[in-house]
């Protein structure tokens, strides 16, 4: 008695089974006291409570004879549900991330969670008018899925994307309520609440089986419970309201007797009896036998057992499964199994009572006990207990009243999602992306992050998976949006390559220009949503001209021919400009001043824009000629970005501090490296046009 001891209560249609044991292993159960009581009238009927003081009296009276065979008073009980108004919906769910991320468990549970919260969207759907509250007794995970593969388990992955079919189960609040009631009347608080087939399957089904594809069917008076495995995991839930009380109900018109004498006539039915005597309600006395009994049960068995057959294959896709097994006493009457496996086309073999040899690891003090399919759901509904603890709880989220079935890792998200709160509303909500295209592909900038919900859990500062207590205050300010995202033309990596051109056997190295929407624009154009951008790998001459300040001329070639100023210059093309024509009444003198003042005038040209950045815009031709500067720009590359130094006519290293953002106030690293093309480089070494400039620190 030093162990911990369990108390699991099967609250049945026509009987109520108290068991208390402990576990001592994972394979080893040990029964101390066991103790059934049958309703004294119909207080229960298919599974629902609808005398829950009737019901209540019954729990006290199994409760008590608990107690005293085991010298102590119980106060806590683990029960369950029927699956009579169980709900259940399947979802597939999925969560992208902005860029590939490592799973963990936080990530998991938010993607279950959040299968949750659309399975209960979804009955919500369904039945629009339907006012009822549904709680979400218990969910599986059938399957995970990292990338759109499957997988038996996410975390530590790294993924891009991450998904799940999620099964979720659904009860109304008022089943939920008269159970509890019920059970709080006869003094007991509940530990634990867990479906039937769900207590079932924990015992007939071992995990190692749930590969197969395989049925459950926990057969009780009022309703017959249906669980399916496959792959690993349970697949579906399901019930149909008929059970063993059909049978006995055909018995009381059958042999015009009240209901619990027709319930003796059908247990009697399977037993060795020669004979079976009973009264109608004429008080006569009647004789049968159950050989008699049996054959008048054949068309309720067979109507009985299609039903379940039907549901199986609806649960199971439409097919069959490959067996079954059957616990519960309904399931004992003679026939059940023969036509179970009729209806559903399998070998007779396949459909089988689960009892003794899935009690194995059950061991009773009590001597005398029969290990039957009887024991199975009472058995499980105990060692639900170890697997989740639960119960259900109240918090308060920003003041209203919240009621959580308590699966014993409860968080604020879960007291935030059946509060209503908006999921997207936690977590931090980005600002409008921006969408454009660049040379016909599709572009997507993201706006910025917003902040997280700020929540509070009893005035102190929590996050969305911190665990919640039962009357936790919970305070949540909605998450904010970031700002929506913004992009110029400056920030395209595309825009930080150059174009070359030969002007008068004088490399010139230009900037390439970019179009949006076929407009020509600067540098600090930001783009706009929907904007289609163009970059140009050629200049007209008009714009290379207006680049180097020079004027249009109609005698200017470009690759050797005349060209008008909306000629298209490609990278490499060469541009010279032919001398202005003699005339006739000039000398040889007067010729070669001219020729040789315009080829030094163009010369000068291209030579001051060589050594100028290719950041400058195109600007309309000035009826200008150019002349040589004495200062001059400098166009070089740092960290591979374009930087233009301005303001002097020679330049060295550390003048490059003057237009690059370089922290040289406080150490970020050991050394800082300094190379110009690629070789070492001190802040007095002079600088050339084009050079690469590597500035950092390691």
């Known amino acids: 008695m030093s162990e911990q001891l369990v108390f699991g209560l099967d609250i049945g249609t026509r009987s109520i089974v108290g068991t208390v044991g402990y576990k001592q292993s994972l394979n080893d159960f040990t029964v101390v006291a066991q103790a059934i009581k049958m309703h004294d009238t119909r207080a229960m009927m298919d599974g629902q409570i609808h005398d829950i003081n009737k019901v209540a009296e019954t729990i006290e009276q199994v409760k008590r004879s608990l107690e005293k065979q085991i010298g102590k008073k119980l106060e806590e009980v683990c029960i369950a549900a029927a699956g009579r108004v169980l709900k259940t919906v399947t979802v597939h769910v999925e969560t992208e991330f902005p860029q590939e991320a490592t799973v963990n468990t936080e990530m998991i549970r938010a993607l279950e969670l959040l299968g949750v919260e659309?399975?209960?969207?979804?009955?919500?759907?369904?039945?629009?008018?339907?006012?009822?509250?549904?709680?979400?007794?218990?969910?599986?995970?059938?399957?995970?899925?990292?990338?759109?593969?499957?997988i038996t388990n996410?975390?530590?992955?790294?993924?891009?994307?991450?998904?799940?079919?999620?099964?979720?189960?659904?009860?109304?609040?008022?089943?939920?309520?008269?159970?509890?009631?019920?059970?709080?009347?006869?003094?007991?608080?509940?530990?634990?609440?867990?479906?039937?087939?769900?207590?079932?399957?924990?015992?007939?089904?071992?995990?190692?089986?749930?590969?197969l594809n395989i049925a459950l069917v926990d057969v009780g008076a009022g309703t017959s419970d249906i669980s399916i495995t496959k792959e690993g995991s349970i697949i579906a839930y399901g019930m149909i309201p008929m059970a063993g009380d059909a049978l006995t109900e055909h018995l009381t018109g059958a042999h015009l007797v009240d209901f619990a004498t027709a319930e003796k006539i059908k247990l009697d039915s399977n037993t060795k009896k020669k004979s079976i005597s009973y009264?109608?309600?004429?008080?006569?006395?009647?004789?049968?036998?159950?050989?008699?009994?049996?054959?008048?049960?054949?068309?309720?068995?067979?109507?009985?057992?299609?039903?379940?057959?039907?549901?199986?294959?609806?649960?199971?896709?439409?097919?069959?499964?490959?067996?079954?097994?059957?616990?519960?006493?309904?399931?004992?009457?003679?026939?059940?199994?023969?036509?179970?496996?009729?209806?559903?086309?399998?070998?007779?073999?396949?459909?089988?009572?689960?009892?003794?040899?899935?009690l194995g690891f059950v061991r009773f003090e009590q001597e005398g006990i029969k290990k039957d399919p009887t024991l199975v759901t009472p058995i499980g509904i105990c060692l639900n207990y170890y697997e989740n603890k639960n119960n259900f709880i109240f918090v308060t989220v920003n003041g209203e009243s919240v009621k959580l079935y308590d699966n014993n890792k409860l968080t604020v998200i879960d007291a935030a999602l059946q509060n209503g709160f908006p999921n997207e509303y936690l977590f931090p909500r980005r600002g409008k992306e921006l969408n454009f295209t660049l040379d016909g592909v599709k572009r997507m900038v993201r706006g910025e992050a917003g902040e997280a919900a700020e929540i509070t859990v009893n005035g102190k500062p929590a996050a969305f998976n911190s665990p919640i207590e039962p009357n936790a205050k919970i305070e949540i300010k909605e998450s904010t949006v970031g700002k929506d995202a913004t992009y110029e033309v400056r920030q395209l990596p595309e825009y930080r390559s150059t174009i070359t051109f030969e002007v008068n056997k004088k490399q010139v190295v230009c900037p390439k220009f970019i179009e949006v929407n076929g407009q020509l624009v600067s540098e600090y154009y930001s783009i706009q949503e929907g904007d289609e951008l163009k970059l140009l790998s050629y200049y007209s001459l008009e714009n290379l001209l207006a680049f180097m300040d020079l004027p249009y001329t109609e005698h200017?070639?470009?690759?050797?021919?005349?060209?008008?100023?909306?000629?298209?210059?490609?990278?490499?093309?060469?541009?010279?400009?032919?001398?202005?024509?003699?005339?006739?009444?000039?000398?040889?003198?007067?010729?070669?001043?001219?020729?040789?003042?315009?080829?030094?005038?163009?010369?000068?040209?291209?030579?001051?824009?060589?050594?100028?950045a290719p950041a400058k815009e195109a600007a309309p031709a000035a009826e200008t000629t150019a002349a040589p500067k004495a200062v001059a720009d400098l166009l070089v590359i740092v960290?591979?970005?374009?930087?233009?130094?301005?303001?002097?006519?020679?330049?060295?290293?550390?003048?490059?501090?003057?237009?690059?953002?370089?922290?040289?106030?406080?150490?970020?690293?050991?050394n800082v490296v300094m190379q110009i093309n690629g070789e070492k480089a001190e802040f007095t070494s002079p600088l050339a046009v084009g050079d690469v400039i590597d500035l950092y620190w390691k």
């Open 639 to 670: 960290n591979g970005r374009p930087v233009t130094l301005k303001g002097k006519a020679q330049y060295v290293f550390v003048d490059i501090l003057d237009f690059y953002p370089f922290d040289v106030s406080q150490a970020h690293g050991q």
């Open 154 to 211: 996410l975390e530590d992955h790294k993924a891009n994307k991450i998904g799940a079919d999620v099964l979720a189960t659904f009860l109304p609040d008022e089943v939920i309520g008269g159970l509890y009631t019920a059970v709080e009347k006869a003094g007991l608080r509940v530990a634990n609440l867990t479906l039937e087939p769900i207590a079932a399957i924990q015992v007939a089904i071992p995990e190692k089986f749930r590969l």
């Open 279 to 358: 009264k109608d309600i004429m008080g006569l006395s009647q004789k049968t036998t159950p050989a008699e009994v049996r054959e008048e049960l054949v068309p309720v068995v067979e109507h009985m057992t299609k039903q379940v057959a039907d549901k199986i294959r609806e649960l199971n896709g439409g097919k069959p499964v490959s067996a079954v097994f059957v616990v519960g006493g309904g399931g004992k009457i003679a026939g059940y199994t023969e036509s179970l496996a009729a209806q559903l086309g399998i070998p007779k073999e396949r459909v089988a009572l689960r009892g003794e040899e899935v």
């Open 556 to 612: 200017i070639y470009v690759n050797n021919r005349l060209a008008s100023k909306d000629e298209k210059v490609y990278e490499n093309f060469s541009v010279e400009w032919a001398l202005e024509e003699k005339r006739p009444d000039m000398t040889l003198d007067e010729v070669l001043t001219v020729e040789a003042d315009a080829a030094e005038a163009v010369y000068q040209a291209a030579e001051a824009v060589s050594q100028a």
């Open 118 to 150: 659309n399975a209960y969207q979804e009955i919500k759907n369904e039945a629009k008018d339907d006012d009822t509250n549904y709680y979400c007794v218990a969910y599986t995970v059938i399957k995970y899925y990292l990338n759109d593969f499957t």
